[in-house]
């Protein structure tokens, strides 16, 4: 069974760091594609970022570009999002993702609120 679970989030104060952890169970995980998005009822869902099956290769959306760093620990099966300097902008609920070819899977998300 594929399981992708998120775990870190929270109510955080603007300025603030956090750590997004999502832990991958039931498939091939050093196979995948990795990559974090967030929704809020607002606005569409949207790639905060993405890591290649080395962990070599990263991309960001503009907003959290040098106050994001995603990185995956392939031997734990682990994805990470570090976040800093946190924005209520920032406020969503962030989902893991799992890519190969076709094949997505997703976690159900966990959601991290910044304000003061």
């Known amino acids: 069974q594929v399981q992708l679970e998120e775990s870190g989030g929270g109510l955080v104060q603007p300025g603030d760091s956090r750590r997004l952890s999502c832990a991958a169970s039931?498939?091939?995980?050093?196979?995948?594609?990795m990559g974090w998005y967030r929704q809020t009822p607002e606005k569409e869902r949207e790639l905060v970022a993405g890591?290649?099956?080395?962990?070599?290769?990263?991309a960001y959306a503009d907003s959290v570009k040098g106050r994001f760093t995603i990185s995956r620990a392939n031997a734990q099966n682990t994805l990470t999002l570090q976040m800093h300097s946190l924005k209520p902008s920032d406020t969503a609920v962030y989902y893991c993702?799992?890519?190969?070819?076709?094949?997505?899977?997703w976690g159900k998300g966990t959601l991290v609120a910044v304000s003061s």
């Open positions: 890591i290649s099956i080395s962990g070599d290769t990263t």
């Open positions: 039931g498939f091939a995980f050093h196979l995948y594609a």
């Open positions: 993702t799992a890519n190969y070819y076709d094949m997505d899977y």
